[in-house]
């Protein structure tokens, strides 16, 4: 029985079996695209995910590939083909990348640990004009360490107003919650988005990205601007 028909019991998956996520970069069109998962036994080595990567891809045997393992949401590493899944302390739900193996060297990017590291340092914010957020709402694509004060620069130009004159919103508790101002008076002018809205209660949404140039939708909130007119 081939390795990716396999449906073991609930016995087998917790003791034998590792459930493996994998991920194809495609190294032309500058995108990554969830592929498949399948239950892979524990002895097997990691060079054997290969073949299944091939597969779920749906390429020729033929293509050279590269493995990589997700460790964390920004970060791959090169899968230990020689090791075991056991040995390479794979877990339940990891993921795994393949990429074909490139030799041309105008691609944007030359690995896939080159595609996380610009893909992950850019985010998406949503905002919604505070007098009518059904008519006005549009998104902003920043770094992950551009800090508020930067933010709101971008916001301003956007919108044509002084960034003194632009004030803040969000909604408390949930999205149909009332809105509160955002207050700078409490916000270090060194602070990043992540650490303010974390302060402030507001859970970041981890969504894979499918392009380097869809950067991820950080937070699952909406802010509000409101520009004061000049006196």
């Not at 899944?85 to 339940?92: D, S």
């Not at 610009?118 to 919604?128: D, E, M, T």
């Amino acid at each position: 029985m081939e390795v990716s028909q396999i449906t073991p019991s609930i016995q087998l998956i917790l003791f034998k079996f590792r459930l493996l996520f994998f991920k194809f970069y495609e190294s032309q069109t500058n995108r990554m695209r969830y592929i498949g998962h399948r239950y892979i036994p524990l002895n097997l080595e990691c060079r054997a995910l290969s073949s299944i990567c091939h597969q779920l891809a749906h390429l020729s045997q033929r293509k050279s590939i590269q493995l990589y393992w997700e460790t964390r949401s920004d970060c791959v590493e090169r899968l230990p083909l020689n090791e075991t899944l056991e040995g390479a302390q794979l877990r339940h739900g990891d993921t795994i990348v393949c990429a074909e193996i490139q030799r041309n060297h105008a691609l944007p990017y030359k690995s896939v640990s080159d595609w996380y590291a610009v893909n992950n340092s850019q985010i998406s914010l949503s905002f919604a004009d505070y007098t009518s957020p059904k008519s006005n709402s549009f998104t902003l694509t920043v770094t992950r360490n551009c800090t508020y004060y930067q933010m709101k620069s971008l916001l301003s130009k956007k919108l044509g107003c002084a960034a003194e004159r632009v004030r803040l919103f969000q909604r408390k508790v949930s999205p149909f919650g009332p809105m509160r101002e955002i207050h700078e008076g409490k916000i270090r002018k060194d602070a990043t988005l992540q650490q303010i809205f974390t302060l402030n209660s507001l859970s970041p949404r981890d969504l894979s990205s499918s392009s380097a140039k869809s950067p991820k939708v950080l937070f699952n909130f909406i802010l509000y601007y409101h520009c004061l007119s000049s006196p």
